[in-house]
């Protein structure tokens, strides 16, 4: 009897230990890029091809500051297979830190961006 309560509370804990394992959930993540677009048409090709990549969940491209926030879902993607996509499209995606980013996009928006320079490279 004593053997049958030691088998039992062994399956139960290893029961409940099998739920915590399940019920963590992968974190997304977010990475962050520094590149090289002239122009809201750039712009448009990296937001336009990185949005089918797999895991991507959200995604802020902006040429004004040059930079790029992906958040995706980890496991799903990597960092480096996302700056590679960038860099398919014949973008440069350098990686920054998220502080870096929120430092780039906040001088953006208190400076200014001149338009006057913008070109398409072809």
């Keep these: 009897m004593k053997n049958l309560i030691y088998v039992l509370l062994v399956a139960l804990s290893i029961g409940f230990s099998a739920n915590d394992t399940m019920a963590q959930k992968k974190e997304d993540k977010v990475v ?20 089918f990549e797999k895991g ?19 496991g799903k993607n990597t960092d480096e297979n996302l700056a590679k996509a960038v860099e398919k499209k014949g973008y440069i995606a350098e990686k920054i830190s998220k502080e870096e980013y929120d430092e ?11 338009h006057g320079s913008e070109k398409h490279n072809d």
């Design 32 to 51: 962050c890029f520094k590149s090289n677009m002239d122009c809201g048409d750039c712009e448009k090709t990296i937001t336009e091809y990185l949005k």
């Design 56 to 74: 991507v969940k959200d995604l802020k491209v902006d040429h004004a500051s040059n930079t790029i926030l992906v958040k995706y879902k980890d």
């Design 104 to 114: 780039i996009v906040k001088e953006t928006n208190e400076t200014g961006h001149d």
